[in-house]
């Protein structure tokens, strides 16, 4: 079978099982001729304005230099050529296909890894356009797919709210152009038609190659590998989006399928928003039921929900505009904030758990604990970053604080007991950062004093250009001590830690800020932590772990990300902070020497230079390495391998370290239980 026949046989396959595609029949086919004839080209100007300089008659050349600049400068469309990047391609496509399910004319999307390791996408709505433009002779699939931006451009009346293409906005064509092989397949009026692409170049004009009674569209792509540093697609990274979009999408199924080893996924959220809250606190408990609501006022839609969580403090606001994360937050977060806050801060004084002496709860007191989603949907969002993170729609926020504000204030009225344990945990939150203030400004008040405040135990070094100055914290006094003997000291800094550090995860502020090694750490860092957090007084630009490759090693490594991934985020975010990684073996035949750093390495060497067992010493930590050892194999900057640390997913980071660290037994049981596996090395 070649692969054309196969690949459409696989499609149908999964068009015709009826589970995911409904046929229609009768009526809906005469709407969607309806639409066809009148849609887009007749009621949409701004497709007009965009083709009229356009040349359709147009060759392949022509489309080649219209998507030049995006295989030129790949990063300014999709941001990076990385695994980010790469994922990117998905989303764009995906958009379109939530896009159409906003409108209400799709109800299942399918993303498919597919075995060649290609990914497809395909959806039940209306299927991309195939008509020809009187004055173009091209398709409409074809100019989706070969002119930048012509994705956001067609929105008609009765098209919904636009996704508007994800994080840069730019659609199917510039998934086109950085794929080597694109084939687009639309179900429409009963027939099916494909046009195939390299490189975003037409094989040839869209061809019907069948009859059909489905609908929707499939786009199956194969990312360039000349564009991307690596074609592997995460199952992970996909499951994460899709969940967070089926939650977005009330009603909509999403499937997924890995087809190289036949693992498959279904995401249906009747709740919404409400499941994604239930989610989130799943190994939690939580104060009261959700609260939530669903209202659409001047055109704007707002989903809210939300719920405490009982004895925990971090806090959890995800919030979404036109279903695209905005990390950054904007207008409708500070809607929502604003109303949260006063909502509370009225019941509590109407109440009188709040009294007339008493200062009125802040954002940061009433956001201890809490859980929320915040989604708009706004007809046309105005972004303040180019990277479309935070939301800059002034009438936004009015709408969203009224809203909230007045269903919130309603939610604690009916539940009484609900919203006094809300409020009780606000008030210990305001008394809790009160004490912490008191401590914090200890550690202020020490970092003023400068040089002669930095601790002890920390092996400052010479240069006080942080560009160029590394901090090593190094785990134990004896490793503490090698490294200091043994390192670079015009730019190479020790701070050896004793033991384990405290686990920031489970104390509360005013007891992390009271502990020793802690504050050592803030101090020897220059940033202090908090409100009065600068990272631009940060001390040296690359921080790094260094830690013993056993289990305990581990477990200091992992408190320690803890701690920055708590309370210091942006040294992580802004690419400060490293782990070292020390050698696992040396092994040595006659004067020559390798330091190894995985299991296949040492293999691969010994088979190849008969190193014989006596020649092979494992190093359990740091501490069996010498000075000049741990310099040659460790911190020589010229031959050393680190691991820079990365944030690929917040939620995701977020969930694992309360797992792994949080107070609950159980679901850390069950997350070791999943993956006993796939351990490799375990110290006994
Ligand atoms: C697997 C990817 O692209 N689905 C999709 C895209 C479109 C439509 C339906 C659609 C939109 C409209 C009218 C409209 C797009 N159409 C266009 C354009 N899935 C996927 N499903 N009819 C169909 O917005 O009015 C761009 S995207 F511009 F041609 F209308």
Redesign the pocket.
């Known amino acids: 079978m070649d692969a054309d026949k196969w690949i459409r046989k696989k499609c149908m396959g999964i068009f015709a099982s009826g589970k995911y595609f409904p046929v229609h029949t009768g009526k809906s086919f005469y709407f969607q001729i309806f639409?066809r004839i009148i849609?887009?080209f007749s009621t949409?100007s701004d497709?007009l304005v965009f083709m009229s300089d356009q040349h359709y008659d147009a060759s392949s050349i022509q489309i080649l230099e219209g998507l030049e600049p995006v295989r030129k400068r790949p990063g300014m469309y999709i941001g990076s050529t990385d695994e980010r990047g790469l994922h990117h391609l998905i989303w764009e496509?995906?958009d379109?296909?939530i896009?159409?399910a906003l409108?209400g004319?799709?109800t299942n999307i399918t993303v498919s890894i597919e075995e060649d390791g290609s990914v497809s996408?395909?959806?039940d709505?209306?299927?991309?356009?195939v008509a020809v433009h009187p004055k173009t002779g091209k398709s409409?699939?074809e100019?989706?797919m070969t002119v930048l931006h012509?994705?956001g451009?067609?929105?008609?009346a009765?098209?919904g709210y636009k996704v508007s293409g994800g994080l840069h906005g730019v659609g199917?064509s510039v998934v086109n152009a950085l794929s080597s092989r694109l084939e687009a397949r639309v179900y429409r009026d009963g027939k099916e038609h494909v046009q195939t692409y390299q490189r975003g170049v037409p094989d040839g004009p869209i061809a019907q190659t069948g009859i059909s009674e489905l609908r929707?569209?499939?786009?199956r792509f194969w990312a360039d590998e000349t564009i991307f540093s690596t074609l592997e697609f995460s199952r992970e990274t996909i499951l994460s989006r899709l969940r967070q979009q089926a939650y977005l999408t009330k009603g909509i199924t999403l499937t997924f399928f890995d087809r190289r080893d036949g693992f498959s996924y279904r995401f249906y959220f009747e709740g919404g928003i409400r499941s994604y809250v239930a989610f989130l606190n799943r190994n939690s408990e939580s104060i009261g039921e959700i609260f939530s609501l669903d209202r659409l006022v001047d055109d704007i839609s707002i989903e809210v929900a939300l719920q405490y969580k009982k004895d925990e403090y971090d806090e959890r606001v995800i919030s979404f505009v036109n279903n695209i994360p905005t990390p950054e937050g904007g207008t409708h977060l500070t809607g929502f904030r604003t109303a949260l806050t006063r909502a509370i801060n009225k019941y509590a004084r109407a109440n009188e758990i709040l009294k007339e002496k008493d200062n009125n709860l802040s954002n940061d007191d009433v956001a201890e604990g809490l859980t929320a989603i915040v989604s708009v949907k706004v007809w046309e969002p105005q972004f303040e970053w180019q990277t479309k993170s935070k939301l800059g729609n002034s009438e936004v926020k009015g709408v969203v604080d009224r809203v909230v504000n007045e269903k919130l204030f309603e939610f604690f009225e009916e539940r009484p007991k609900t919203a006094k344990a809300i409020i009780e945990k606000c008030v210990l939150a305001y008394r809790a950062r009160m004490a912490a203030r008191n401590a914090r400004d200890t550690i202020i008040r020490k970092g003023a004093l400068e040089g002669m405040t930095l601790p002890g135990k920390l092996a400052d070094c010479a240069s006080r250009d942080p560009k160029r100055s590394e901090l090593y914290i190094v785990e134990g006094d004896s490793a503490g001590g090698s490294a200091k003997s043994g390192r670079d000291r015009e730019f190479q800094a020790i701070l050896p830690l004793r033991g384990k550090i405290l686990n920031t995860e489970q104390a509360r502020i005013d007891k992390i800020f009271a502990n020793q090694e802690i504050k050592n750490l803030i101090i020897a860092l220059g940033t202090s932590i908090g409100d009065t957090f600068d990272i631009s007084r940060l001390r040296y630009h690359r921080i790094i772990i260094m830690t013993d490759a056993d289990v305990d090693g581990a477990h200091i490594r992992t408190l320690l990300l803890t701690f920055f991934f708590r309370y210091l985020r942006d040294i992580i975010t802004g690419g400060y902070l490293y782990i070292a990684q020390p050698p696992l073996y040396k092994l040595a035949k006659g004067k020559q020497v390798w330091y190894v750093f995985s299991d296949e390495e040492k293999d691969r060497l010994i088979a190849e230079h008969g190193v014989v067992s006596d020649g092979i010493q494992r190093y359990k930590g740091l501490g069996e390495m010498n000075a000049e050892q741990l310099w040659e194999t460790t911190m020589d900057p010229s031959v050393r391998v680190m691991h820079r640390v990365r944030i690929e997913d917040a939620e995701r980071a977020n969930e694992v370290f309360k797992v792994l660290m949080g107070e609950d037994v159980a679901p850390r049981r069950r997350f070791i239980q999943a993956r006993a596996k796939q351990v490799e090395n375990l110290d006994l």
Do not use: C, Q, W
Request: no cysteine; proline share 5%.
């Open positions: 639409f849609s887009p949409t497709f496509i995906l379109n296909s896009d159409e409108a004319h799709a996408v395909m959806d709505g209306r299927g991309i356009p409409t699939l100019t989706v012509a994705g451009k067609f929105g008609g009765e098209s199917a929707g569209t499939y786009v």
